[in-house]
């Protein structure tokens, strides 16, 4: 069956970078039409796209968060790594992994992860 | 990308219906027919309840049903029950981006 977990830090320092790791089973990223994204989800807030990388290696950001965000993936070790440069105390949130179905008429989140709570804290 | 524009909240009483919007553009919505819904119950991660429009994943009971007309996508739940209480997301493929709503807090009275 398809699982996703993320790890990470649970509190970042103002101005650190924050590495997430996606570490995920059930599927090969580098099979066609699957992809792993991020999306974060402030306390009490709504879901908020982040990155996505597919099983070519093609890399997607969100628009306002473009400049600091980096995503890649260790098909070998079944991992994606999200980092996300300049933490702000606004960045806290809980970040999610999940697996993406795309194609010609797909597109769509089908496995998620537990999400892992990130806060930003001096 | 901009955020798909959604109710802030719905509410209903057991066994009625409801519908849930999904607001975007031509940029995402109007564009692609794949609009997706998520449920989300309190500390949980989503739930994939509606792909491609109108397709439900297996599992998800045929209570869920989605459509979509020019540039909004709805969800709507026949048959109300107390589970169904929960936040609901729209989602939508933008070219070379994904967008998704604001959220929607759906009570059973």
């Known amino acids: 069956q398809v699982t996703l977990r993320e790890s990470g830090p649970a509190l970042v320092k103002p101005t650190q970078t924050l590495t997430l790791t996606c570490t995920f089973s059930?599927?090969?990223?580098?099979?066609?039409?699957?992809?792993v994204s991020w999306v974060r989800q402030p306390p009490g807030k709504a879901l908020e796209w982040l990155a996505l990388i597919d099983w070519d290696d093609d890399k997607y950001y969100s628009t306002s968060l473009k400049t600091r965000l980096t995503i890649s993936k260790d098909t070998s070790k079944n991992q994606v790594v999200l980092t996300m440069t300049n933490m702000d105390p606004v960045d806290t949130a809980t970040y999610y992994c999940?697996?993406?179905?795309?194609?010609?008429?797909?597109?769509?989140?089908?496995?998620w992860g537990q999400g892992t709570l990130v806060t930003v804290s001096s | 990308q901009s955020a798909l524009t959604q109710p802030a909240s719905v509410s209903g009483s057991p066994g009625q219906s409801i519908t849930i919007s999904c607001t975007g553009t031509?940029?995402?919505?109007?564009?692609?027919?794949?609009v997706s819904w998520y449920q989300q119950h309190p500390g949980k991660a989503p739930k994939l309840m509606i792909y491609e429009g109108s397709k439900r994943p297996s599992g998800v009971s045929n209570r869920f049903s989605g459509s979509k007309s020019g540039n909004t996508a709805s969800l709507t739940i026949s048959g109300l029950q107390a589970e169904d209480e929960a936040d609901y997301y729209c989602?939508?493929?933008?070219?070379?981006?994904?967008?998704f709503g604001g959220g929607t807090k759906l009570t059973v009275l």
């Open positions: 999940a697996r993406i179905i795309s194609g010609y008429d797909s597109y769509y989140f089908d496995y």
């Open positions: 989602c939508s493929y933008a070219g070379s981006s994904t967008s």
């Open positions: 031509s940029s995402d919505v109007g564009s692609y027919n794949l």
């Open positions: 059930g599927f090969s990223l580098s099979t066609s039409g699957m992809c």
